[in-house]
């Protein structure tokens, strides 16, 4: 690397590309370290508060399941929910249409099912659905 004279101002204009790859790891571990550290706990034991939650109506269409004689269920947020068939609570939906123009333009084929959730009102949740479930086989 070219180095400026003593006193001087100028910055080093000719760095070798290891020097530079050092460098850059060192500024990385330096700036990943202290979230690091943070994440071990140990010295606080405050609880943490619980996250606000919002109620929400979802909908599905489960029409492409070949398993329609059975229960479906949702699971988000440390929850697991049966969905209910539409057939079961039309109303649900008719409501729901009253307020969502979406829903509005949706075909009633294409609305299967729903399930009322308390859901984080901060942050995203992933969930999925499933259906013919065995505990004893771990599916």
Do not use: W
């Amino acid at each position: 690397m070219k180095r400026p004279a003593p006193g001087s101002k100028e910055l080093p204009i000719d760095i070798a590309r290891r020097e530079f790859l050092s460098r850059a790891a060192a500024a990385g571990l330096a700036a990943g370290l202290p979230p690091l550290l943070a994440s071990c706990g140990g010295g606080s034991t405050a609880a943490v508060a619980p996250s606000p939650t919002e109620s929400r109506l979802l909908f599905f269409n489960l029409s492409h399941s070949r398993q329609n004689a059975t229960e479906h269920h949702l699971h988000i947020a440390g929850q697991r929910l049966r969905l209910t068939p539409v057939d079961e609570a039309p109303h649900v939906l008719d409501l729901a249409r009253q307020g969502n123009g979406f829903l509005r333009g949706v075909p009633g084929a294409s609305i299967t099912h729903h399930v009322e959730a308390g859901l984080p009102a901060n942050a995203v949740a992933l969930g999925y659905v499933s259906c013919l479930e065995d505990p004893a086989a771990g599916t």
